[in-house]
């Protein structure tokens, strides 16, 4: 997608806010796109039960036009455009009778590089984890909707510290994923409860103090976390 489709884009969201009834535009054609110089076979009609199933997706796509991660990650237009053919699944009506839509922040739909904002973007931000981390790894932040923005993503993915390296990132998955429900374990995201993931984000940037933490195996790391995080372990 080009900036004046980016724009366009942009504009539709907004105007969905007040007008939920308002024609999406057509944006596959220039001045608003142009071909990705890659042929990439992509199903504009492919629904998606989760996050880690819309990443698993693109991951087979990219490979299959023989596309390296560090190729795609720059190519804001292309994850704007993925977010613009599959804006249903991102913005579901939630009124059939007006219908209303759930619309969140521009970030969600119109990819940016900044740091701030890249791991919002609802295409981009799951793609980046499980290419990264691979399946069994990501799954403790790609467990939810395509639509929803898990505490997960937003303690961990928006800390680059945290989220690149792999060893911290498979201790947390030790820790909170329950693997036969596929879903976090019961209190994980409370703010309250001992051990929770805020607080593994804070006992992480005090080892950072005192250990060589980016060097450590995830055994390591969880051996060494308080007697709070015990009960997590099982």
Same mark, same amino acid.
Do not use: C
């Given at each position: 997608?080009?900036?004046?489709?980016?724009?366009? /884009?942009?504009? !539709?969201?907004?105007n969905l806010k007040t007008n939920p009834l308002c024609q999406c535009p057509d944006l596959n054609r220039e001045p608003f796109s142009k071909e990705f110089s890659s042929v990439i076979s992509i199903d504009e009609t492919r629904k998606f039960n989760s996050k880690q199933e819309l990443a698993e997706y693109l991951q087979n796509c990219f490979t299959g036009a023989d596309l390296k991660r560090e190729g795609v990650l720059p190519q804001n237009g292309m994850w704007t $455009?993925?977010? !613009? +053919? $599959? /804006?249903?699944? /991102?913005?579901? +009506?939630? @009124?059939?009778?007006t219908p209303e839509r759930d619309i969140k922040e521009d970030a969600k739909y119109i990819c940016s590089s900044h740091y701030r904002d890249y791991y919002r =973007?609802?295409?981009?931000?799951? !793609?980046? +984890? !499980?290419?990264? =981390?691979g399946a069994d790894n990501s799954n403790i932040f790609l467990y939810s909707r395509v @639509?929803? =923005?898990n505490d997960f993503i937003e303690q961990f993915a928006s800390r680059q510290f945290i989220i690149s390296h792999k060893n911290i990132v498979e201790a947390i998955r030790r820790l909170y994923f329950d693997c036969q429900s596929g879903q976090p374990k019961r209190g994980a995201q409370s703010r309250t409860r001992r051990g929770n993931i805020r607080r593994f984000v804070s006992v992480i940037q005090? /080892?950072?103090l005192t250990y060589d933490i980016?060097?450590?195996?995830?055994?390591?790391?969880? @051996?060494l976390l308080p007697p709070e995080f015990n009960g997590w372990k099982t």
């Open positions: 997608m080009l900036p004046e489709g980016e724009q366009k /884009f942009r504009e !539709y969201i907004h $455009w993925l977010a !613009y +053919i $599959w /804006f249903d699944q /991102f913005a579901p +009506i939630t @009124n059939p009778a =973007h609802l295409v981009s931000g799951p !793609y980046i +984890i !499980y290419s990264l =981390h @639509n929803e =923005h005090q /080892f950072e980016y060097t450590m195996s995830a055994d390591g790391i969880l @051996n």
